[in-house]
């Protein structure tokens, strides 16, 4: 036990400064750091032997990034849904689920460009404490965990520029400065951006949208019908395939991930293979709605 809490207190320190593409593994470790067996120290020398091997990964700030008085703060989030298990007093309790997050600084026209240069500042991958129901709420949560970590570093970026109000600091960084969320998941983004609030049949999910609609759609205490990407909160849907946070929500290749970190370049222009299946998932079901539709006159 005490080896494995030394390994694993070391990777955390790693994973937190320079390798996100850890993360995801060493919270799993974490969790059973205090109560190991000698499989969790056969996973922590796959994870050890994993993190040599990738030690020339690192993070890659670009000269050529976003600009100090036009950048946004950028979050984005991602969640695994019921296929996490977790020590509860001993027991292990399955279907549970993972959230992770990347905040980062963008260029002002993130939310309509393809690639940009990103400048990361922090990332966290950590278990859902409550048990979801669907994979919109799994995703909601970790959507308000991410936020409110760049809310937080938004606020503190509008203080450097000395134009925080203390008593009113969530309003003046919003007026200040933007704040654009990621996610991949399309009934939450489609959610966010209505007008009106769609129908949830799950009272606090409900509640927990309409606060993250409520950063979007007000301003200064205020209902407005159009989002200025120039401040306050936005949001925008991206592609699974370039998801960067999804190494963080369970264990993947973290390549994509890598690369945009070594590089300081995200590419958010879907992949050949992802447009493709997508494409055989349409041909399919546009056939399956055929089918059912020529079972009447049959």
Request: aromatic share 6%; glycine share 6%; with cysteine.
């Amino acid at each position: 036990t005490t080896c494995l809490r030394s390994v694993v207190a070391a990777l955390a320190w790693v994973a937190r400064q320079v390798a996100p593409g850890l993360s995801y593994r060493v919270s799993k470790l974490q969790s059973v750091a205090g109560k190991g067996c000698v499989k969790d120290l056969r996973e922590c020398n796959k994870v050890l032997e994993y993190a040599h091997a990738h030690s020339h990964e690192g993070i890659h700030f670009s000269s050529s990034g976003p600009t100090w008085d036009d950048a946004v703060v950028c979050t984005i989030t991602d969640a695994s849904f019921c296929n996490e298990t977790i020590m509860v007093d001993g027991v292990p309790e399955p279907g549970r689920s993972q959230q992770g997050y990347v905040v980062c600084l963008a260029p002002a026209d993130m939310a309509n460009v393809t690639e940009a240069v990103i400048h990361p500042i922090s990332w966290s991958s950590t278990h859902i404490k409550r048990v979801c129901r669907s994979t919109l709420m799994a995703e909601t949560f970790a959507m308000i965990k991410g936020t409110e970590a760049g809310c937080r570093i938004r606020a503190a970026i509008v203080d450097m520029k000395g134009k925080l109000d203390f008593r009113n600091w969530e309003e003046s960084a919003c007026r200040t400065m933007g704040h654009i969320w990621l996610t991949d998941c399309d009934s939450l983004y489609e959610h966010l951006v209505s007008h009106r609030l769609n129908a949830i049949e799950n009272k606090r999910l409900a509640i927990d949208l309409m606060a993250l609609r409520q950063q979007i759609w007000e301003r200064d205490g205020e209902r407005t019908l159009e989002v200025d990407h120039s401040c306050g909160d936005y949001a925008r849907w991206i592609d699974t395939s370039v998801m960067l946070a999804d190494p963080l929500t369970k264990a993947m290749s973290s390549e994509a991930l890598v690369k945009t970190m070594m590089t300081g370049r995200f590419d958010m222009r879907p992949t050949a293979e992802s447009l493709m299946i997508k494409e055989k998932n349409r041909i399919s079901r546009k056939y399956a709605k055929h089918q059912q539709q020529q079972k009447p006159n049959q």
